[in-house]
């Protein structure tokens, strides 16, 4: 992938300024070192980074069409372009490069915003149109590649990364406490809330209308949409989903590999990452790959065994990266700066590292893992679900279960919802982490109070499908493809593909009975059906086992001046928005002699705290106004 970034006046008063693009391209370089382009009119600056992957030599960006009027840069692969092309020639259109993105441009010219749903990729493009005066900006509908924007004074400002945004003088650093509030509660931000006051996420499946008559006009495209429990479900044998699942899979990976480039692969130890690694393989026509892990030098945590398994079934040439603490320690600032987040974990370190040693090796483009966990059911949740559904047990009702269901029920629209913790009491132990002032104003940014997802889309649908719409929502978009996924990756100025991210995989596995995907309290049942071919029995029997990274409870144990100084009294006080004496408490909890944080199932609250003064730093944000 690559960085796009720009902006536009809708005043219409010719304010644009090449330095300032220049400044925002160079900013992201690290997304496509390979070239740069750009594209400036009176009132428009569209800027590219690029890294190649198709057509090497011919992808040069901003593309345009055959008559000069419609322009794009695109960050991102369409992973369906060939059927595309081959199509869009046959009804008449001219290419000019081998680069897949220029489908979109011949697409667009036939179809208008339609175009879209013809795509199957993972990109955030924006088309310019001289004859309407028109901009169309794209997310794809998972969100594997993000896009940022924000209007001051009637300035369109957008990009890959916000920190190009920053760098235009137009727009003012300030801190949004609701995305704060989002992070120490779920996952992570949901779109389009971010980090920063006034700048925007667009949605995974959304796409922006700009132009000086209707302003910004956001649409939804897409969304992981489920079957209504009282519709008659088609319902067919095992064999059957584990057939179309696993022809659906090959496919898919087939199309992530296509490349000019080398491609490698994750393994984290877990069924996903093998069962990709084990269709790589399948289809690989011999030719041996790279593949990387990270193991902990905490034997609690290391999977080095399963990934050295995996690794050997697939004949890979394996790359294991040995973690501890002072590896956490050297990456955290780059972590922080590239996630442009606060962090609740110190995973992003771990990932930093695995795109490190890909980019050292030459190769641009890794297969991952990701989205199987939330579509076919791979948390604890979904177990816990089905057993609370089987027990049928009723609680007594004291104040505080019903303050949680008037919090239930304005989130997710069910009072019977457990997503993760019991948020009442989570938000109290928050309310203490917060300072006076900050508590002062709580119910202004309370991220309760703020929509989180289309409540209308787990309206009468089962439990299982509520959870993983919600998951995909809070967990995936915003999370892990983007400061835990696109971030760490491109940091490195590498590429991640996912292939249960493919939207035929997505539409297919959408419709597999939630009974063959968590089948007797047993997780992900018809996908280690589907992964016996190619993924070892010892792999695929073992227990769920969530990748974590040591907490700030080791971190702070390590009497780094570093780290004790982002936690110091006097700079939480001069900070303002954490209770120093709270702070100061869990320091004194979290440095006893014998604890340890039991991540990720305790609540690391001081984590948040230490990796948001990190963020402050490294964004010059000296003030909370």
Not at 328 to 342: F, N, T
Request: with cysteine.
């Amino acid at each position: 992938m690559c960085g796009i970034c720009g902006y536009v006046d809708l005043k219409d008063e010719d304010r644009i300024d090449r330095n300032v693009l220049l400044s925002m391209i160079n900013v992201i370089e690290h997304r496509g070192p390979d070239d740069t382009g750009y594209h400036i009119e009176r009132n428009i600056a569209l800027g590219f980074s690029r890294l190649s992957i198709v057509d090497l030599e011919g992808g040069h960006q901003p593309l345009n069409n055959e008559n000069n009027t419609v322009f794009l840069i695109c960050n991102g692969e369409i992973f369906n372009y060939k059927e595309l092309k081959k199509e869009l020639i046959e009804k008449g259109h001219t290419f000019r490069s081998k680069c897949d993105v220029e489908v979109i441009l011949h697409l667009y010219e036939d179809y208008d915003t339609d175009f879209i749903n013809y795509l199957n990729g993972q990109f955030a493009f924006v088309i310019y149109d001289s004859r309407k005066k028109k901009f169309i900006c794209a997310r794809d509908n998972v969100g594997i590649a993000p896009f940022y924007y924000t209007v001051v004074d009637k300035m369109f400002i957008f990009g890959s990364e916000i920190k190009a945004i920053l760098q235009n003088p137009y727009v003012k650093r300030q801190i949004d406490l609701t995305g704060l509030d989002q992070i120490m509660n779920f996952p992570g931000m949901a779109s389009p809330r971010t980090l920063f006051g006034n700048i925007k996420s667009l949605e995974p499946g959304h796409f922006l209308s700009v132009d000086r008559t209707h302003g910004i006009v956001n649409t939804e495209y897409w969304d992981l949409i489920y079957q209504k429990e009282d519709e008659k479900e088609e319902i067919h044998d095992e064999e059957y989903y584990i057939e179309h699942l696993n022809d659906l899979l090959t496919k898919s990976v087939k199309r992530r590999l296509q490349a000019d480039v080398p491609v490698g692969f994750y393994l984290s130890g877990g069924l996903d990452s093998a069962l990709i690694a084990g269709k790589i393989y399948e289809v690989g026509e011999g030719i041996q790959r790279n593949s990387y892990s990270v193991d902990f030098n905490d034997k609690s945590i290391s999977e080095g065994k399963y990934q050295r398994l995996m690794a050997g079934k697939v004949n890979s040439i394996h790359h294991e990266i040995r973690f501890d603490l002072n590896s956490i320690a050297d990456r955290i600032k780059k972590a922080v700066y590239h996630s442009e987040s606060a962090l609740k974990e110190s995973y992003n370190t771990a990932s930093l590292a695995l795109s490190s040693a890909a980019r050292s090796d030459n190769v641009k483009v890794i297969l991952t893992g990701e989205g199987a966990d939330e579509l076919f059911g791979g948390y604890i949740g979904y177990r816990f679900d089905q057993l609370k559904s089987n027990q049928k047990q009723s609680q007594p009702m004291t104040d505080e279960l019903k303050r949680e269901n008037e919090i239930r029920k304005q989130l997710w629209g069910d009072e019977n919802f457990l997503y993760e913790k019991y948020h009442y009491s989570y938000s109290q132990k928050v309310r203490e982490l917060y300072s006076k002032e900050a508590n002062a104003v709580y119910d202004e940014f309370n991220c309760y109070k703020h929509p989180l997802i289309n409540k209308e889309r787990i309206k009468d649908v089962s439990i299982f499908n509520r959870r993983s719409y919600v998951d995909f929502k809070l967990r995936m978009g915003d999370h892990l493809l983007t400061d835990h996924g696109d971030r760490m990756a491109l940091a490195n100025s590498v590429e991640a593909r996912y292939p249960f991210l493919d939207k035929d995989v997505i539409e297919f596995v959408k419709k597999i009975p939630t009974s063959m995907k968590l089948k007797a309290y047993k997780e992900k049942y018809i996908l280690k059906r589907t992964a016996e071919k190619v993924v070892p029995m010892e792999i695929i029997k073992r227990p769920k086992f969530a990748f974590v990274a040591p907490g700030s409870s080791d971190l702070l144990k390590m009497n780094n001046e570093y780290f004790m100084d982002l936690l110091s009294y006097e700079r939480i006080k001069r900070q303002g928005i954490f209770n120093a004496d709270t702070i100061e408490r869990y320091k004194k909890q979290y440095l006893k002699d014998g604890f340890k944080l039991n991540v990720p199932y305790d609540d690391d609250m001081l984590i948040i705290a230490l990796t948001f003064n990190i963020f402050l730093d490294q964004f010059g944000i000296n003030s909370l106004s």
